[in-house]
């Protein structure tokens, strides 16, 4: 029993060094890699825990995420920067130090707000949520500090890992794969809806600077 | 006979009907009959008992009536709109048009009637994939920037939401134990009190802010304005309102699970700061971003935004009668607001075409002469807005006031200045819509349908003043439960 | 059953409400036989009042006194669309204010809220300003019931409550601010009247300061009942009561012509008038009478109503100390120059508007009154008579209110008898009669009047060189170089509005840009806000929570 | 029985004789004011003859003035009367004494005042309108005076009609006291407005720019100006009463006993021929003051009635 919690917080750890250490990348390639990292350490995380628990669900949770997350997502989105040649640093709408300073303070926060909770005879231990909770909070940091489109919707990415983590922690509780899976349909739109606004001639940038349209017409 | 399963299954079942063949007029009309024999289901819900995920109580099953029936009158006038803008899209995106309008009243009737916090979320989730899509329909650049927003804010609230349902379910385990249990809003009502207490405010923390996303409480409501304006009129504003509904209702339940907890000695936090701290911001930021709206469906978005703050601030006062205030709040709204959209419809399209950017309010001025009855209709439902009698909604900020005096005295205050605002912003507008002298124009016919937003109106009128014995027993039964 | 979800509506009568409904009822019907028969929003306007004075509970009179304010906004629309949305703000405003008081128990803090929403709408100074904007706007027959009528629901609910409902609570300073606000009404309403150009306006004013007037009888009556003054809440009540009933009767008399001078001439502005009563004698003898009770003049509706008020003046006086005394006698000099400048106000619109000469040809080729508006003016005429001749009998019939507002008072007989002044007045008209015919010559003959050195005027000027006689600024000229100056400025501007209105717009206008720049947000800063949002709520929890 | 012949009989002399008089009081006035300025000066008898001239002279009406032209002078001659009538002279306790209430003398006055205004207008030349405008502002600070000092004398008699005034004055002994002094200064400020003397008007100039009162019946020839003229001698002769009511109301008769009639009549005389001689030695040594002066002038007024009053709070306190 230690050694699932022991390795399950090791997977945590390891997934909120990764959503950390995004926070301190400057170029979208190095982005995706830290979040295919994190995609892979949370599908192992899943079927860890799948082991641990004998769940079926878990199980498939674990593989739909390696499949899609670890894999197709990451191969996806290094397509769009070819495509779009952003290989180049994208820019960050505060200074690295800072934002990673914040970074530090959501997880104290996050912290601070488990620190509370009474965990009766739950497999999920507060740290386990601490660390879910601070995955979240970093990947919304995430997207608010990157001016780009792509950046943005690795922020969101790395976020919904955060939930999922969360997720795979829960005893028994249905869904998971659904979740997950509908998660990922909604991620895919986001994909999708990137390139719809690539397609139209209309933005020559990912750069969201350029997409205050009906603000600049000030309707 | 569960007919609840049927009343979610129709509208997917139409809208891949309707996805897959059909010119867009026949699509019109084939999603005019299916929102009929929906309307139909809707109420024979009341009637058919049901249990297991979808487990629908009186509350639910009156929301699902009021939905059923903005979903109708929308699907008829959607008939005259499709028409005179057939040309603007390509016939398979109408077709999605039609395969979406079913799937947002699907998703709608799914996120009521279910008794999962799981299948809540997830309908949440489709609806806003859908309204999304809609929002992009017409591929111009402002419209895809809306879908933009919609996808990042949409996306976040859901993932937020998922966050604070996965919370609950952590916070059911020392209560109800693994399982289907630990995610059913009766089992979990019932057994509120025994749950792990900070947990669930942190739980609600995180479903407020996901759910207050598609409820459209100030600061979450970003995409709110845009997309109302950007999307295929009948869908993005007629329709939207319901999602609102669903949104609000599910704070209503998850709080009414906090309140519980904290009403038994758990150690929840009670739940009102947070949603009138809201539901404030929320009135007090429509009050001042409505004059210099130009566009008239950007306004009632913003006065959407305000409605939405109103009813949260109503749950966040609490009590039987001041919940019963939010719901009828909530009823109302919908019926106005969504008559309302029709009659801008109409509006619109007497000045020429109703498709997104013909809606500005110097564009439409001087309605009377182009058509007398449209020009009433539209400056009622406005007036209506501003909650003075006759219109229904004094009745409910009536009972809302007055339960902020008993309970919260101080809060009453800035309620009003609110309240005083947004009424006089949105009076403002009347005046040139209906009277200004536009350069001469002969008379336009107004249309078969401009009786379904007078039909509105009256139902307005009469669920708030003439309120039938029935619907207020059932009203104030789910006001006492969710207490 | 129709009203609140559960609950219903209730409706009750008594002596108050009565009264009130009679000062209503002939308004309603002269206005509608004056043209405005087919207007729903007027007839809805008028169930509004209706039910506003019926309510049994809180709920209908709030709803009667929005529905009041709603309809009338829409006729103020449709007659102009300026004035409106400050009147709809108004409207909203007494609403915000009465709603609270409702429900509050009775406490100072109800009290205040009460004054503030009913003041609001009955237009009491200092938030009286939008009244001389609003009520000239819509067509006469409504302007007559906004002036006549809705003010004096308005007073209804502020005497229903500050008399009856919170009487428990009442504290003498109560009385005291009410009179102080009415003696500013009085003030500026009849200084504005005097000043104002257009008539309806100026007409509006003269009902801020009746309005004045009747909020001082009322508060003076409030600080007897809280002093335990019989003699006094009894004169005090029966003086507000009185000038209610006078002011209901001659305001719309003196709108609905206002209306018909419009309808005749296409102008209402003083300055353009002159000469009326050649064209039109009936509207203008009408006019004269109705004049005679704004101006408060003795044998009119409007004396008696200030003959009681100065008298509940000097008993208020004889009480209290240094400060009451210095204060009631200041009162009584602002009423009395109140009293002058309505008298004023009152000549200046007969004198140029109906005597004279034409300053325009439309003013010389005014015809005279329509049927209905002429039936609607004979019939509030006709009732003006009994309240000037016989205002004691009429305060014989009201005593009943006034018991039931002031249970304890005790009333005088009225030592005011116009009948005897009139028998007076025929005997010394037959002795002058006698004189002219015994030695007087008879006969009149026309001759040119000297035109005070003038050169001839043109010939298409028929009736002389307007120019050539005063005109309405010239006629206040006097009154603003010696008062205007002081309390208005020399802009004319309502103090009220530079020193309450423009204030709030610029707050206003400051709040709306920041929401502006709120919306105007990236999609960045708008996640940010969620962001930093969610965070706070979270570290709330957390320290909530953990400490 | 007797009681009310009597006070019917008193009423009667009351009234012949300020009808009678008030020409006479005028010429009265008007010789001393020309001995004062060393002429001889009109016959007393003067003003009758002036008033029977302008009733054998035609009327002239303009032909640009309404049908109403006529009606002013008689509405102004009537009030006039009424107050003159309602106002005791030489005895209290008239017929008229219940309807005598303070303020509505001074409505009274205002009717007449406002008739006059009206007749102004009426012909539609500058000079009547500039004359009214004058009046309604002069109007304005003496009605406010008039209330204030009705107040001193309502707390000093605990009733605001006249009768009641003068029977307490005549009977309590309120001796000299600063507020009447004031009160009386006040009231006679505004009883020269009112009757259009020196120094707020100047009753035989007939320089347009300056008039007010003769601005107003400029137009109005033969018979309705001796209406006219005649009620500008009842004014004065009302207006002497008034103050010789409040202020000197010692050896007043009652109208019921017959006995104190002569010596109240006697005191009567003399008090109107005080009053005249002390006018027109006023009026001879004061100059006209400029039109906005007045206002000033009445402001002051205004002040000293409500001086008068906070001193009698005073003076209730300190016992005095």
């Known amino acids: 029993m230690s050694l699932t919690f022991s390795l399950a917080h090791l997977m945590g750890g390891i997934i909120l060094l990764c959503a950390f250490l995004q926070l301190s990348q400057r170029r979208l390639a190095a982005m995706i890699t830290l979040y295919q990292l994190e995609a892979l350490i949370l599908s192992v995380a899943a079927l860890w825990q799948g082991y641990a628990q004998h769940e079926m669900a878990l199980y498939l949770t674990g593989l739909i995420t390696f499949a899609l997350k670890a894999v197709l997502l990451p191969w996806g989105l290094r397509e769009i920067v070819l495509r779009f040649n952003m290989v180049r640093a994208v820019e960050t709408a505060m200074p690295m130090a800072l934002s990673m300073i914040l970074g530090l303070a959501l997880i104290g926060v996050a912290v601070l707000v488990v620190l509370p909770t009474t965990m009766r005879s739950i497999s999920l231990t507060r740290e386990d949520l601490a660390i879910a909770l601070s995955v979240v909070l970093l990947g919304l940091l995430l997207m608010i500090v990157r001016r780009n489109a792509l950046a943005q919707i690795i922020g969101f990415l790395s976020m919904e890992n955060g939930l999922v983590l969360a997720a795979v922690g829960m005893p028994g509780m249905p869904f998971v794969a659904e979740f997950s899976v509908a998660l990922l349909v909604l991620l895919a739109f986001l994909v999708v809806g990137v390139f719809l606004l690539r397609i139209r001639e209309h933005f020559d940038t990912l750069d969201l600077s350029g997409l205050e349209e009906i603000e600049r017409r000030g309707r | 006979m569960n007919f609840a399963l049927f009343a979610i299954g129709l509208p997917f079942v139409a809208a891949a009907l309707l996805g897959l063949a059909g010119t867009p007029r026949q699509g019109a009309i084939g999603n005019a009959v299916a929102s009929l024999a929906l309307f139909g289901l809707t109420l024979a819900v009341f009637w058919g008992h049901s249990a297991g995920l979808v487990a629908v109580d009186p509350l639910a099953a009156l929301f699902g009536t009021v939905s059923g029936f903005v979903g109708l009158t929308a699907a008829l006038v959607n008939i005259g709109y499709v028409s005179a803008d057939t040309a603007r899209m390509p016939a398979q995106r109408w077709r999605l048009y039609h395969a979406l309008f079913q799937i947002v009243l699907g998703t709608t009737l799914l996120g009521l009637y279910a008794d999962n916090v799981g299948l809540l979320w997830a309908a949440m989730e489709g609806g806003t994939i859908a309204m999304t899509l809609g929002v992009s329909l017409y591929r111009t650049p402002t419209g895809l920037e809306a879908a933009w927003k919609y996808f990042i804010l949409g996306g976040v609230g859901i993932g937020l939401a998922l966050f604070g349902t996965m919370l609950v379910y952590l916070a059911a385990q020392p209560a109800l134990g693994p399982g289907f249990a630990a995610m059913s809003f009766t089992a979990l009502s019932a057994h509120a009190a025994h749950m792990d207490g900070a947990l669930l405010t942190l739980a609600f923390v995180f479903i407020l802010f996901g759910y207050g996303t598609k409820a459209a409480l100030v600061p979450l409501h970003g995409w709110l304005p845009d997309a109302y304006a950007e999307g295929p009129a009948p869908l993005t504003t007629a329709l939207s309102g319901l999602l609102i509904n669903v949104a609000l209702l599910a704070i209503l339940r998850f709080r009414h699970l906090m309140q519980a907890n904290a009403a038994a000695g758990g150690s929840a936090m009670p739940p009102g700061p947070f949603l009138l701290s809201l539901g404030l911001a929320s009135l007090f930021l429509a009050a001042f971003s409505f004059s210099r709206r130009r566009d008239a469906r950007r306004f009632f978005g913003f006065s959407s935004i305000e409605q939405s703050g109103i009813s949260a601030f109503a749950f966040g006062i609490g009590g039987p009668v001041a919940i019963f205030g939010g719901l009828l709040h909530m009823v109302l709204h919908t019926l106005l607001k969504s008559g309302l959209f029709l009659a801008l419809i109409r509006a619109a399209s007497l000045r020429g075409s109703a498709s997104p950017g013909n809606y500005g309010f110097s564009h439409l001025r001087g309605l009377l002469q182009a058509n007398k009855k449209v020009g009433w209709l539209l400056g009622a439902c406005i007036f209506a807005l501003t909650g003075l009698p006759p219109s229904g909604l004094f009745a409910s900020e009536f009972i809302i006031i007055s339960q902020t005096i008993k309970k919260n005295p101080y809060m009453s205050l800035p309620l009003g200045l609110g309240l005083l605002l947004c009424a006089v912003a949105i009076s403002r507008n009347i005046g040139p819509l209906l009277f200004a002298p536009a350069s001469y124009e002969k008379p336009k016919p107004a249309g078969r349908d401009a009786w379904l937003v007078g039909l509105h109106l009256v139902l307005v009128f009469v669920v708030a003043f003439a309120m039938p014995g029935p619907l207020v027993n059932l009203l104030s039964h789910a006001a006492e439960t969710l207490q | 059953m129709f009203g609140l979800p559960g609950q219903g509506m209730h409706l009750h009568l008594d002596a108050l409400s009565l009264l009130f409904g009679c000062i209503l009822l002939p308004q309603v019907v002269a206005a509608a036989v004056a043209g405005m028969r087919a207007s729903v929003a007027f007839w809805v306007f008028v169930l509004g009042m209706a039910l506003a004075l019926l309510a049994g509970d809180q709920f209908t009179l709030i709803f009667g006194f929005e529905l009041m304010s709603a309809a009338s906004w829409l006729l103020v629309l449709q007659g102009d669309r300026k004035p409106a949305t400050l009147y709809a703000g108004i409207a909203i405003f007494s609403g915000a204010c009465l709603i609270p008081a409702l429900f509050l128990p009775a406490s100072s803090l109800a009290f205040v809220l009460i004054a503030l929403g009913a003041g609001a709408k009955a237009g009491l100074a200092p938030l009286h300003s939008w009244l001389p904007r609003a009520h000239p706007a819509p067509p006469a027959g409504v302007s007559a019931l906004m002036s006549g009528g809705m003010v004096k629901v308005a007073l209804y609910v502020l005497i229903r409550y500050a008399f009856i409902n919170l009487a428990s609570a009442q504290q003498p300073w109560w009385g005291e601010a009410l009179v102080a606000a009415g003696a500013l009404s009085v003030l500026i309403g009849a200084l504005r009247a005097v000043l104002e150009v257009e008539l309806k306006t100026a007409l509006a004013c003269s009902t801020v300061e009746h309005v004045g007037l009747i909020a001082v009888g009322l508060g003076l009556a409030l600080y007897a009942k809280a002093s335990g003054d019989a003699a006094l809440a009894g004169v005090a009540l029966q003086a507000a009561l009185l000038c209610a009933v006078a002011h209901g009767l001659f305001k719309p008399l003196l709108f609905i012509g206002a209306g018909e001078v419009k309808h005749a001439t296409g102008t209402t502005s003083l300055n353009w008038l002159g000469g009326l009563m050649r064209g039109m004698p009936r509207l203008g003898a009408l006019m004269l009478l109705g004049l005679v009770g704004m101006g408060a003049l003795p044998l009119g509706p409007g004396f008696a109503p200030e003959f009681l008020l100065f008298h509940a003046v000097i008993g208020a006086a004889a009480t209290g100390g240094i400060l009451a005394r210095i204060g009631f006698s200041a009162l009584l000099a602002v009423l009395g120059i109140g009293a002058a400048l309505a008298l004023a106000a009152a000549v200046r619109i007969i004198g140029l508007g109906f005597l004279g000469r034409p300053r325009s040809l439309h003013a010389a080729a005014a015809e005279d009154l329509r049927r209905g508006p002429l039936v609607a003016m004979v019939l509030l005429g006709a009732l003006n008579v009994p309240v000037a001749l016989v205002p004691g009998l009429l305060l014989q019939l009201m005593s009943p209110v006034i018991l039931l507002l002031a249970p304890q008072a005790h009333t005088l007989p009225l030592t005011y008898a116009p009948l005897t002044l009139l028998i007076l007045a025929g005997f010394a008209a037959l002795a002058a009669g006698f004189v002219q015919t015994r030695w007087g010559v008879r006969g009149l003959q026309e001759a040119p009047a000297w035109n005070g050195g003038f050169g001839r005027p043109p010939a298409w000027l028929p009736f002389g060189d307007p120019h050539t006689q005063v005109s309405a600024t010239g006629f206040a000229e006097p009154v603003m170089r010696v008062m205007g100056k002081g309390l208005l400025g020399v802009s004319k501007t309502d103090p009220a509005e530079r020193f309450l209105f423009v204030p709030l717009f610029r707050v206003q206008t400051r709040l709306v840009r920041l929401a502006e720049r709120v919306r105007r947000a990236t999609i960045r800063e708008r996640l940010a806000f969620v962001f930093t949002v969610l965070v706070v709520f979270l570290l709330v929890l957390g320290l909530g929570e953990g400490g | ?320």
Request: charged letters at 10%; hydrophobic letters at 60%.
């Open chain 4, 1 to 320: 029985m007797l009681i009310i012949t009597l006070t019917v009989l008193a009423t009667a002399l009351h009234i012949g004789l300020c009808f009678a008089g008030a020409p006479l009081l005028l010429g009265l006035v008007n010789k001393l004011r020309a001995w004062l300025l060393g002429r001889r000066g009109p016959p007393l008898t003067q003003p009758y003859w002036h008033l029977v001239k302008l009733l054998r002279k035609s009327t002239l009406v303009p032909d640009t003035a309404t049908d109403l032209f006529t009606f002013w002078p008689l509405g102004a001659f009537l009030a006039v009367t009424v107050a003159t009538m309602l106002i005791p002279g030489f005895a209290t306790g008239l017929l008229t004494a219940p309807a005598a209430d303070y303020i509505t003398v001074i409505g009274l006055f205002a009717l007449a005042r406002t008739a006059t205004m009206l007749g102004g207008l009426e012909t539609g030349f500058g000079f009547g309108g500039a004359g009214a405008a004058r009046e309604a502002l002069f109007g304005l600070f003496a009605e406010g005076a008039l209330l204030v000092l009705l107040l001193a004398f309502a707390l000093l008699a605990h009733s605001t009609s006249l009768d009641g005034i003068a029977a307490t004055f005549r009977t309590a002994h309120i001796g000299i006291s600063v507020s009447l002094g004031f009160a009386l200064a006040a009231m006679l400020t505004v009883a020269l407005t009112e009757t259009g003397r020196i120094p707020t008007d100047n009753p035989s100039g007939h320089l347009e720019l300056a008039m007010v009162h003769e601005a107003m019946v400029l137009e109005y020839s033969g018979r309705l100006l001796a209406l006219l003229d005649y009620a500008g001698m009842l004014r004065l002769v009302a207006w002497m009463n008034l103050i010789g009511t409040i202020f000197l109301p010692f050896g007043m008769a009652r109208a019921a006993d017959i006995l104190s009639w002569p010596g109240g009549l006697a005191l009567w005389v003399v008090k109107l021929l005080v009053m005249a001689a002390v006018l027109s030695v006023f009026e001879v040594s004061r100059a006209k003051m400029r039109v906005f002066r007045v206002p000033e002038f009445l402001g002051a007024a205004l002040l000293l009635g409500m001086l008068a009053s906070v001193f009698l709070f005073v003076a209730a306190r300190i016992g005095a």
